[in-house]
């Protein structure tokens, strides 16, 4: 049953119908169908229009708007839009943002796949036990924690991390206080905390593979390289596409390293957008502009999502 | 041959083997190197927690040996901050938060996996676009909504606004599909409806999808610091997150051992239930393949 | 063409109709009884808790058939407070009297929160004992466009702590408070040492907050004779030649070697206690800090002179909202935070002091006398009664937007990552787009 269950969980998302059929090819439908799918949606139809969509044309609404939030708002058109392009600040920010999104997203995928793969390895279950408990639990605890314990342990003189790379001749590293590292303690400290769980949904991915097929590539000849290579990497692509496609969005939301770590210092070497939108909202108290930053953002991860999509379907084997 | 190694499922596996002992020496060595990275900073702040003065913990090379241990630190953060009223809100938050999204996400997971309507594709990509829009990009006015309804500095603003997930609803309409299209066939004969079918056919098969999408979604809102830091106002109804940040002092001036003392009340006991409940979250996230 | 026209047309108007159902919502609700009072203050810890409780309690005795209901708003710092202050008030709830700092006093009075108090203070016989017993630069630092919005019951003046054990040590005189800029370094730099001989400097002559603005540069921006802001806080003055001049002379502390990189503030209570960092610039709350651990080895002194002095001083009391529905029992509540009752408890005792100063010079005058480190403590109250204050009060309605703004690029630049004019320079440009609006 499991078999069936990894295989036939995959759907591409793009197409569902097409899915919805893998089990019974497009059938008529069924009387009775329609208002027993209504009632079933209602509970998320709800909570979608209230929580979602009227946000979502407020958020659009608000971006043509000047709006303190002591007062009442002011009609300017298009002019918090125009100012997106002469906002520098907004440049550095974005740049802040990508460049560590794409660094947790590595991170993540990258290493993720080299712990899942090394954790498949042949161990006594009681050390596996340990390692997965190890790797997962930082992903359980809170962000802010996360944050203010690495926040003594990445000080520069007095923090432990520094005092160890001093033994291995590193000169102390102004992790939290320079643009060049405050970005990378951002990074790690994120993945740090969200590696574990890629690490999780690639050994599920690793395990559903199936048996027969590494034993066939070990009678060819193959060796583990290639076996790797050749057969489990495309056989574990639809897991790589979901972690890509769920770690893009995470990484673009995060916020609480930086506010915690570096309040997005200094100047704006650590700020990521959602921590400039919250700065615009609740402390320069900029409703229309912040609006205006998250539509953006909003952009950003459709155009990114549609872009995974796209490549996903020339290199996700959903065999 | 791989009879050893742990299950999530019974099911046969291929255990690659490593032929030279130097692969399995680097394969340990990196193994551990990632382990120590991540359990000594949590052994750090519990020793941090226990520790009489700050001056000492600021001290280099950190003494290991631990001669006075004190739990001063623990009293300090009740004398601080309603520790006990952060975790209260929390627990009440994520937990009616997963309880909702249970329900929303498996009903409507089971409409898009089952049944056949006129829309469903369209509805059903309306479901993967909201993906694009994370809470924190309409978080201003989500705020706005929930001020107008007299609802910020209550748990219903931090309550409400995640109910609807695409993530969970695609996750559960994914797990769905998996389930045999026989038993519903079945069940139809017997005359039951959809409502029968669906607790008691498909909700028995469902434990580990919804254990999944139960423990990420718990996870993830009871660690969230933005909602509470935009609805939440006073320091009653905060959650653990920015209780956290506000145990940390004006302007970041609190006591380390303090701050210590309270991240440990925090995390021990998720780290209990996290080690009595491994193996299932394990298991669940395993079989209910997350893949796209 | 033309339907992709309509089409745009049909969301600006869907969007427009939308916000106008967002807007049009009014929103109210008061304590509308006049004999009752909603207090919003800072809730910082159980000290603000038991402080606002004793306030309220005490009030009520005072005043029978009164009721105070104290509304608790969390912040981590004056940026959080606001944030949190502005969010409450936009959902409609409208407390009396609100805490408030300096800092927060013109973006309360730019939005049109705050009721003067100028009435009060003529009309009110009981008020002139207020106005004699408290430093007219407190009073002015509540002060907006000629009104006086507040008056101050606690406050705080930047100082310089110093490690009584680190100056015995090194066999260096307690500073006195003629010091100058240059005897300042001379001091820090042979407070500057390697005290295990490993290479490394472990014991600094001087550090300052890196994440705030009053112990940070302020009182070197106003002893250059500068201000960061012009005379009617109308634009920012960040580059002008005293900013630059103080700014540089702490870039030079760091690249000397007499300072470590500036950090967070409990770091540097940390460092302070453990002898890692003989002096630092603070208010009076570090000594509540150090006082209940047992530490005593430290004294106070006056910043040192550079082409003038001016005493950088920022204030905290209760201010009338525009809300309130009896203003005048408001008035009451705030002469109350006053009365000498409420300020004694200023005071504290000497292993558990309040952290700041009492605004009664009368009252402040008894901390010394009752046993209360640090020693020198009389240079508190006798910093703003002799010597000029800093004016304006360097804090523009967007105080947040300006102190992280401010803090943005001082980061920078003692990180050695900007020059002190370049990174001046756009400090410069960017705090006058927060202050003019422009």
């Not at chain 1, 939030?69 to 392009?85: Q, V």
């Not at chain 1, 048996?211 to 290639?226: L, P, R, T």
């Not at chain 3, 960092?277 to 047992?294: C, E, I, K, N």
């Amino acid at each position: 049953m499991t078999n069936t269950t990894v295989r036939q969980a995959v759907g591409d998302g793009r197409k569902p119908a097409t899915h919805g059929g893998e089990i019974a090819p497009k059938r008529r439908t069924r009387p009775g169908d329609g208002w027993a799918a209504a009632a079933f949606l209602a509970p998320s139809a709800g909570s979608f229009l209230l929580f979602v969509l009227a946000p979502t044309i407020g958020v659009i609404a608000l971006s043509f708007y000047s709006w303190n939030l002591l007062s009442d708002g002011t009609f300017i058109g298009l002019d918090n839009f125009t100012r997106l392009f002469s906002d520098s600040r907004l440049v550095a920010v974005y740049r802040s943002t990508t460049t560590m999104a794409l660094a947790i997203l590595a991170i993540n995928i990258v290493i993720g796949l080299l712990l899942a793969v090394l954790l498949e390895t042949r161990m006594p279950r009681i050390i596996r036990g340990f390692f997965r408990l190890s790797f997962l639990f930082p992903f359980v605890v809170s962000s802010s924690a996360v944050a203010l314990i690495w926040r003594f342990l990445l000080n520069k003189d007095l923090g432990l991390v520094n005092y160890w790379l001093g033994f291995i001749g590193v000169d102390h590293i102004d992790w939290l206080g320079s643009s060049a590292w405050a970005p990378v303690a951002v990074v790690l400290v994120n993945s740090w905390k969200t590696v574990g769980f890629s690490i999780l949904v690639y050994v599920a991915g690793l395990q559903s593979i199936p048996n027969e097929i590494k034993e066939a590539a070990i009678v060819d000849g193959a060796n583990a390289w290639q076996r790797f290579f050749r057969i489990t990497l495309p056989l574990l692509s639809p897991t790589v596409f979901f972690l890509v496609v769920i770690n893009t969005i995470n990484a673009f939301q995060v916020f609480a390293e930086p506010r915690v770590l570096t309040q997005g210092g200094p100047g704006d070497a650590s700020r990521t957008v959602v921590e400039f939108i919250y700065d615009t909202a609740f402390q320069s108290f900029d409703l229309g502009y912040a609006s205006t930053v998250g539509i953006t953002l909003m952009l950003v991860l459709v155009v990114l999502t549609l872009i995974q999509f796209r490549v996903s379907r020339r290199f996700t084997f959903y065999g | 041959m791989t009879t050893s190694t742990i299950k999530t499922a019974p099911r046969r596996r291929a255990t690659p083997r490593l032929q030279s002992i130097g692969l399995r020496v680097l394969t340990f060595a990196i193994l551990i190197v990632a382990a120590f990275a991540i359990v000594a900073p949590f052994a750090w702040i519990f020793r941090a927690a226990l520790s009489p003065s700050d001056a000492e913990l600021y001290r280099l090379p950190p003494s290991l040996v631990v001669n006075d241990l004190t739990t001063a630190n623990f009293g300090k953060v009740f004398e601080q901050v309603p520790f006990l009223r952060f975790v209260l809100n929390s627990i009440v938050v994520a937990g009616s938060i997963t309880a909702a999204q249970l329900i929303t996400c498996s009903t409507a997971g089971y409409a898009f996996a089952r049944l056949e309507f006129r829309g469903k594709n369209v509805l059903f990509a309306i479901v993967i676009g909201s993906l694009m829009i994370p809470l924190q990009v309409t978080i201003v006015p989500l705020f706005l909504v929930m001020a107008k309804l007299g609802l910020t500095n209550t748990l219903w603003a931090l309550i409400l606004p995640p109910i609807f997930s695409a993530f969970g609803i695609f996750l559960l309409r994914q797990h769905f599909f998996s389930l045999p299209k026989d038993l519903d066939e079945a069940a139809r004969i017997d005359g039951a409806g959809h409502a029968r079918i669906f607790f008691q056919v498909m909700l028995p098969l469902s434990g580990p999808a919804l254990a999944t999408l139960g423990i990420i979604t718990f996870t993830y809102w009871w660690n969230d610091l933005l909602l509470p830091l935009v609805m939440i106002n006073d320091t009653q109804t905060q959650t653990l997150p920015v209780g956290l940040v506000l145990l940390a002092g004006r302007f970041s001036s609190g006591s380390l051992g303090t701050i210590a003392a309270g991240i440990t009340m925090a995390i021990i006991p998720v780290l209990i239930v996290f080690i009595i409940a491994q193996r299932h979250i394990v298991q669940s996230i395993a079989s209910s393949g997350l893949k796209l | 063409m033309k339907r992709t026209t309509r089409s745009i047309a049909a969301v600006v108007v869907t969007a427009a109709i939308a916000a106008t159902a967002l807007t049009s919502c009014s929103s109210g609700g008061s304590s509308s009884d006049t004999k009752s009072l909603n207090v919003a203050y800072w809730d910082y810890g159980k000290g603000a808790e038991d402080g606002n409780q004793a306030l309220a309690d005490g009030f009520e005795k005072a005043n029978p058939g009164t009721t105070v209901t104290l509304t608790p708003i969390a912040g981590d710092n004056w940026g959080g407070y606001y944030a949190n202050l502005a969010t409450l008030i936009a959902s409609g709830k409208k407390p009396d009297l609100t805490f408030t700092a300096s800092e927060g006093i013109k973006f309360l009075a730019a939005n049109n929160l705050v009721v003067p108090i100028n009435d009060y203070l003529n009309n009110d016989p009981a008020a002139k004992t207020f106005k004699d017993d408290i430093a007219p630069a407190l009073l002015q630092s509540f002060g907006y466009k000629g009104d006086i919005t507040a008056l101050p019951n606690g406050w705080n003046d930047m100082v310089i702590y110093y490690n009584t054990k680190l100056f015995d040590a090194a066999g260096l005189p307690y500073p006195k408070s003629d010091w100058t800029w240059d005897d300042f370094k001379a001091t820090a730099k042979a407070l500057t040492k390697d005290t295990n001989g490993d290479g490394t400097t472990d014991q600094y002559g001087f550090t300052w907050a890196g994440n705030e603005i009053f112990p940070g540069i302020l009182p070197w921006v106003a002893n250059a004779g500068g201000n960061l802001v012009n005379s009617d806080v109308s634009d920012a003055t960040a580059n002008s030649a005293p900013v630059v001049k103080a700014v540089t002379y702490l870039e030079d502390l760091i690249t000397e070697g007499i300072a470590p990189a500036p950090a967070p503030m409990s770091d540097i209570f940390t460092r302070f206690e453990g002898g890692q960092v003989a002096m630092f610039g603070g208010g009076r709350w570090p000594s509540a800090t150090f006082l209940p651990a047992g530490f005593t080895d430290f004294d106070v002194q006056l910043y040192p002179t550079g082409d003038t002095y001016q005493t950088v001083a920022g204030a905290a009391g209760y201010a009338i909202l525009t809300s309130a529905v009896n203003p005048d029992l408001a008035w009451e509540f705030q002469k109350y935070t006053v009365s000498a009752d409420i300020q004694d408890s200023e005071i504290g005792t000497a292993t558990a002091p309040r952290d700041s100063i009492p605004s009664l010079r009368s009252t402040a005058e008894k901390t010394v006398a009752a046993g209360i480190p640090p020693k020198s403590g009389q240079l508190f109250y006798d910093s703003v009664d002799k010597y000029p204050a800093l004016t304006p009060f360097p804090a523009p309605a967007k105080y947040s937007e300006y102190e992280s703004t401010v803090l943005r690029y001082t980061q920078l630049i003692f990180a050695g990552e900007t020059s002190v004019k370049d990174g001046l320079d756009s400090l410069q440009t960017d705090l006058s787009a927060v202050i003019t609006g422009k």
